[in-house]
């Protein structure tokens, strides 16, 4: 993703991280790239008290913003931006089928031209690939199994964790209250992002990296 980023965008890049979680792919593009500026997103306002911290070092070149992905109209907050660049990783996949669509929409009307989109995730194979899901599927579970072997927590041990910290306790009980009413969503495959994005107004849709069913889904405005 930052290989892409750095090869097509300006030098100094404006970067939406859309659904940044703790501020991972703003404090890589940050440090990588000087002369950048980034604005994180997230709903989770644990999450987004974990970016705070981390990306506070970068000054003024980091500004996080609470924005609810789910909700149609979200991305007015970010009107005042010029973005050259959209990425986001793992994040995604929460939303419904429905929502997604709204998401690039959004974005595509948001976005100058040229602009690009980066969304690494896990993208699961559909019925017609079953070899291929099955090693997948195997694969993770070798992952995982060594990654907790290592000492590695794993979700349930995580949220835990944070729930016990004092500075996030109080945020974990907003957590819990913003995403009572909100189910798994189905997987979108994908053929659907791939669809979506055109359908959105994307002028170039693909691929830049892919392992297994792991994906980096690529769209130029």
């Known amino acids: 993703m930052l290989d892409v ?25 940050l440090g990588r790239l000087p002369g950048s500026r980034v604005v994180a997103t997230d709903y989770d306002p644990v999450l987004t008290r974990l970016a705070e911290t981390v990306l506070g ?13 789910a909700e149609p109209g979200w991305s007015r907050h ?11 990783s793992t994040a995604l996949h929460w939303l419904s089928p429905r929502q997604l669509l709204g998401v690039y929409t959004e974005l ?5 031209p040229g602009a690009i ?5 896990h993208l699961r ?26 000492g590695a927590r ?5 949220w835990a964790m944070a729930a016990q910290t004092p500075e996030l306790a109080e945020r974990v009980a907003e957590r819990e209250r913003r995403f009572a009413d ?22 170039e849709v693909g691929t830049v990296w892919q392992y297994l069913d792991d994906y980096v889904v690529f769209a130029r405005r």
């Open 5 to 29: 980023l750095r090869l097509h965008s300006p030098a100094e890049p404006t970067v939406l991280d859309l659904a940044c979680g703790p501020g991972s792919i703003a404090d890589r593009v």
């Open 182 to 203: 909100r189910p798994p969503q189905p997987l979108s495959p994908l053929a659907f992002h791939l669809a979506a994005l055109r359908t959105a107004g994307f002028a």
């Open 125 to 150: 194979f559909g019925p017609e690939h079953p070899t291929l899901t099955e090693v997948s599927a195997r694969h993770d579970e070798q992952v995982q199994r060594a990654a907790f072997a290592a």
């Open 117 to 121: 989109l980066l969304n690494a995730d």
């Open 57 to 69: 070092e970068y000054g003024e070149r980091a500004t996080v913003i609470d924005a609810d992905l």
């Open 108 to 112: 595509a009307a948001i976005l100058p």
């Open 78 to 88: 970010f009107a005042t931006w010029r973005f050259d660049a959209v990425l986001t």
């Open 154 to 158: 794993t979700w349930q041990e995580w």
